[in-house]
């Protein structure tokens, strides 16, 4: 009886279906792997839902709110850089990935023009577009030469002056131009004060001005901010000042020089005889200077002209004449700067060789003198 009631104890247990069937575990097993796959399947569903509408929003302009934005594009900013200040300005939705993915999707981002540029809030990306890579606007724009060696005005009729070069191609006064640089109402300090003629600091050059409200004072303007800006290159100042000189005075010499060249070679030892006569007190004797106040202003000198007393005579008075006698370019001004370091106190111009002949004394520049001149 014992031994059956045992039996009959253990039967459940052998008739137990989850100990019985061997693949149970299997089943189980399949079915959370399903539940997994399911989960995971719903979550990738849901991110590209969620990444579809944030890229579809990243698309979208922002709400426009009536509000302008003065964007400026720095020179050499790259595309991302680009983005990322039109969405910090509130100009486009998104930057990071999507933003640059959609601004690479215009294919323009590399046509971003540097300068300053209006966009209005509510602009999409193309409009932005249209706008960050568009062509600035035709600008006319009208052109004057000045050479060097030229004065403000000559008193010689029909000679060239910058008045009416400036009259001639500009369409502007000539009257107007000499009355404004001729007034004192100008200085360009440390070069020359105000209350003084701009003789000598309107710079010899080749200009391009706007067309549109051009008159004879940005004319002007631009010819004196030129001449600071090439001063400021050759450092005028502080080397004027190791040779003796005033800026002011520097400028006289270069025009000096500049009238009395004919060839690039003669600048520096022509330099060279200015600075050796004013070291040792000799007059400079260039008659270039007494043509800038020619007593029969006909552009050329006879015996009484030369005996005419005026500042500007040098063989008559000692030191610099008053003021600068034309523009000098930039050549002569550098010339001024570091003259010849020669012995030389006489030149001649022979006309035939189109250069000068230098002498260290008086007997041997008369020679030359003849052999020049006749």
Not at 28 to 40: D, E, K, N, S, T
Not at 130 to 144: F, G, K, Q, Y
Not at 229 to 247: F, Q
Not at 327 to 338: E, K, Q, V
Request: net charge negative.
């Amino acid at each position: 009886m014992l031994d059956r009631r045992m039996e009959d104890d253990a039967a459940p247990l052998l008739d137990d279906p989850s100990l019985g069937d061997p693949h149970h575990g299997d089943h189980r097993a399949r079915r959370v792997g399903l539940i997994v796959l399911f989960v995971v399947f719903l979550l990738l569903v849901g991110g590209v839902v969620a990444a579809n509408s944030y890229y579809q929003g990243c698309r979208r302009a922002p709400e426009a709110d009536g509000r302008t934005v003065a964007f400026e594009v720095p020179e050499g900013a790259s595309g991302e850089v680009v983005l990322e200040r039109l969405h910090a300005e509130g100009l486009v939705p998104c930057d990071g990935v999507i933003g640059n993915l959609l601004l690479r999707g215009t294919g323009r981002a590399g046509e971003i023009r540097a300068g300053n540029h209006e966009l209005a809030v509510g602009m999409d990306l193309d409009e932005i577009m249209d706008v960050l890579t568009a062509p600035p606007p035709e600008v006319r724009t009208i052109t004057l030469t000045v050479p060097e060696g030229l004065r403000v005005e000559s008193p010689v009729e029909g000679r060239d002056d910058i008045a009416a070069r400036v009259a001639d191609q500009l369409g502007l006064s000539a009257e107007r131009f000499r009355t404004l640089a001729q007034s004192g109402k100008y200085g360009l300090e440390p070069y020359v004060e105000a209350g003084q003629s701009l003789e000598g600091f309107l710079f010899p050059k080749t200009y391009e001005f706007v067309r549109k409200g051009l008159d004879e004072e940005t004319v002007l303007e631009g010819m004196l901010e030129q001449f600071r800006i090439e001063a400021e290159a050759l450092d005028l100042v502080r080397r004027a000042e190791t040779l003796g000189l005033t800026p002011y005075e520097l400028v006289v010499v270069a025009s000096m020089i500049e009238k009395e060249y004919g060839v690039a070679d003669d600048g520096p030892l022509i330099a060279g005889v200015i600075d050796n006569r004013l070291e040792l007190g000799m007059t400079l004797g260039i008659d270039a200077t007494l043509l800038y106040d020619d007593p029969t202003p006909d552009g050329s000198l006879s015996s009484a002209d030369l005996e005419f007393d005026s500042p500007y005579n040098t063989r008559m008075h000692g030191g610099l004449p008053p003021t600068p006698i034309a523009s000098p370019g930039a050549a002569a001004l550098g010339w001024a700067l570091d003259p010849a370091d020669t012995e030389f106190l006489y030149y001649v111009l022979c006309s035939d060789e189109g250069a000068h002949r230098f002498s260290r004394t008086y007997d041997e520049h008369l020679r030359y003198v003849d052999e020049c001149l006749g």
